[in-house]
């Protein structure tokens, strides 16, 4: 997907839309995206506050991007805690009432052991800039693959195993600094999270402002609703659901 195929930005209206900010981890390489313009980050880890955290979702792709004009995934979940499709999937493009005896629940289903199913989270990040205080006029969003969501190694610890951590200490995401870094024990993108300091009062502040502002929920906050002659797109994003950036509790 090109930074100009950037599907968030064509589902949402004009009078609702926001600043497009977005962080990419292809090719472990972290790249900032501020509508369409990308610049890339000479860093191999970033310094944010965690202000939101949508539900993980879960999303199917019949075919590969762009082999038929396609928009939208052909099944998905918001909210995989459900366990069922999100109520706008097409009757005709269900894969299943129930996604966990689904076909495409099923290891190796997708390439490789993987699931053709496969979940993410949407996070909502705010950066610290080259003097190491919050950007606040820049709210970003990062798309976490599954492979940095589930993973229960304690010396490199996966978002719900950094949140089950935090959890355990009554500390919110959005109270502290959190470092994201790239495993590079692995060849594919996949990222560790790591507790750095506590935010002083005026940051803390500052995180919670932005937390409680309507933006940083459009942010994170996307649903499809596709019409019946809506082609289906096998790209990259995914469904995700209001959150308050607390912390992910383990279901």
Known sequence: MTVSEDIYDKFISPSSQVK???????DKVFRKIINGKEEKLDQDSLQVVIVKAASISRMYYAEKF?????TIPTCWSADCRTGVPS????????????CFDCKQNIKGSGIGNSLACGFKQRLG??????????DADNVFRLDVPANSIFPKDPKKLSLRGYGKVLSTNKTRLAALITEIRFDNEVDIPKLVFKPLRALE???????FRIQKDDDTAKLVKLDFKPQVNTPVNTDSVFDVVEGEGVYTKET
């Open 20 to 26: 497009s900010c977005r962080l990419s981890i292809r």
């Open 125 to 134: 990040v705010v950066m610290l800039n080259e003097e190491g205080n919050l």
């Open 201 to 207: 009062q005026a940051e803390v502040e500052t995180a």
């Open 87 to 98: 109520p706008n999937v097409l009757t005709q493009h269900k894969q299943n009432p129930h």
């Open 66 to 70: 762009g082999a038929s004009g396609n």
